[in-house]
């Protein structure tokens, strides 16, 4: 008998389902009733369903006695299974893109330098820059149109020969990201998933000047800190949220290209910048 089991996303339902049953993902059925959507902006949010039921043993049984000779054992690779739905032939590759590279790293590495110089694994064939310009412009603004926002003409240009320019202006843009900017993350990983993926370009983002009066914030509060690394070495910032750790990390990097700067995590999960000299 198939058990239903709902969550954010279908990792956590395939782990709930495990958790339950006491089983290896292995070992279980999987239909996908619903792969589950995050939205847009919180709206059309889905949670993840799937139904599960434990693999029929009687199968496997009844195929042992029809041969006479015991088979040698041989390891395989875990499969999921299902008869049910073709959506789960790409289950396994579901689970191992959400494993091996986690969302969060990929907002991480928005204006890293270093990241915009990585290797990739696809052939991309580069269009003219005004072609690229030009079609980001108009897709853009046609998917804004159908919102609620009053917004100017979006505008996007290259920043660098690897990051896209797109600023947001207009009587609503400030309330596009919300109070002190909190889904201005949120808007940064859905533009940027989008025009890495089919341009292999990163993204800067402005959006009624968020970025640039936080350039300025951080930028304040480096004086002092670039006067300490001066007189003592080392230094480690107080925790940063969102962009200002990747402004802090690319002027720091550059003030001192000598010396050991990275970002580093503590144990409550906030970020931090460490600048240190190099180990000999």
Same mark, same amino acid.
């Given at each position: 008998m198939?058990?239903?089991?709902?969550?954010?996303?279908?990792e956590?339902?395939?782990?709930?389902?495990?958790?339950?049953?006491?089983?290896?993902i292995?070992?279980?059925?999987? !239909?996908?009733?619903?792969?589950?959507?995050?939205g847009?902006?919180?709206?059309f949010?889905?949670?993840?369903?799937?139904?599960?039921?434990?693999?029929?043993?009687?199968?496997?049984?009844?195929?042992?006695?029809?041969?006479?000779?015991?088979?040698?054992?041989?390891?395989?690779?875990?499969?999921?299974?299902t008869?049910?739905?073709?959506?789960?032939?790409?289950?396994?590759?579901?689970?191992?893109?959400?494993? !091996?590279?986690p969302?969060?790293?990929?907002?991480?590495?928005?204006?890293?330098?270093?990241?915009a110089k990585?290797t990739?694994?696809?052939?991309?064939i580069?269009?003219?820059?005004?072609?690229?310009?030009?079609?980001?412009?108009?897709?853009i603004?046609?998917?804004?149109?159908h919102?609620?926002?009053?917004?100017?003409?979006i505008?996007?240009?290259?920043?660098?020969?690897?990051t896209?320019?797109?600023e947001?202006?207009?009587?609503?843009?400030?309330?596009?990201?919300?109070?002190e900017?909190?889904r201005?993350?949120?808007?940064?990983?859905?533009?940027?998933?989008?025009?890495?993926?089919?341009?292999?370009?990163?993204?800067?983002?402005?959006v009624?000047?968020?970025l640039t009066?936080?350039?300025?914030?951080?930028s304040?509060y480096?004086?002092?800190?670039?006067?300490?690394?001066?007189?003592?070495g080392?230094?480690?910032?107080?925790?940063?949220?969102?962009v200002?750790?990747?402004?802090?990390?690319?002027?720091?990097?550059?003030?001192?290209?000598?010396?050991?700067?990275?970002?580093?995590?503590?144990?409550?999960?906030?970020?931090?910048?460490?600048?240190?000299?190099?180990?000999?």
């Amino acid at each position: 008998m198939s058990k239903q089991f709902r969550a954010k996303t279908l990792e956590e339902a395939y782990k709930n389902a495990t958790a339950s049953l006491n089983c290896s993902i292995t070992d279980l059925d999987i !239909e996908i009733v619903q792969s589950g959507n995050k939205g847009f902006f919180g709206l059309f949010v889905k949670e993840a369903i799937i139904l599960v039921e434990l693999k029929n043993s009687h199968s496997k049984s009844q195929k042992q006695k029809e041969y006479k000779e015991p088979k040698p054992v041989q390891t395989k690779k875990p499969i999921i299974t299902t008869t049910k739905s073709p959506e789960t032939k790409q289950l396994k590759k579901v689970i191992q893109q959400q494993i !091996e590279q986690p969302k969060e790293q990929i907002f991480d590495d928005f204006y890293s330098s270093a990241d915009a110089k990585k290797t990739h694994d696809k052939i991309t064939i580069k269009k003219d820059d005004n072609i690229i310009t030009t079609e980001v412009q108009e897709k853009i603004n046609k998917l804004f149109s159908h919102t609620c926002y009053k917004l100017d003409k979006i505008q996007v240009s290259f920043y660098d020969d690897e990051t896209l320019y797109i600023e947001f202006k207009g009587e609503d843009a400030a309330l596009l990201i919300g109070k002190e900017g909190y889904r201005y993350k949120a808007l940064s990983y859905i533009l940027f998933n989008w025009i890495h993926e089919k341009y292999n370009l990163m993204l800067r983002l402005e959006v009624a000047q968020f970025l640039t009066s936080q350039e300025e914030a951080i930028s304040n509060y480096l004086v002092p800190v670039i006067q300490t690394i001066k007189e003592d070495g080392f230094y480690k910032t107080k925790p940063l949220d969102g962009v200002l750790v990747h402004i802090a990390l690319k002027r720091l990097r550059d003030e001192f290209p000598e010396k050991y700067v990275a970002v580093k995590t503590n144990v409550k999960g906030d970020k931090y910048i460490l600048v240190n000299e190099y180990r000999k």
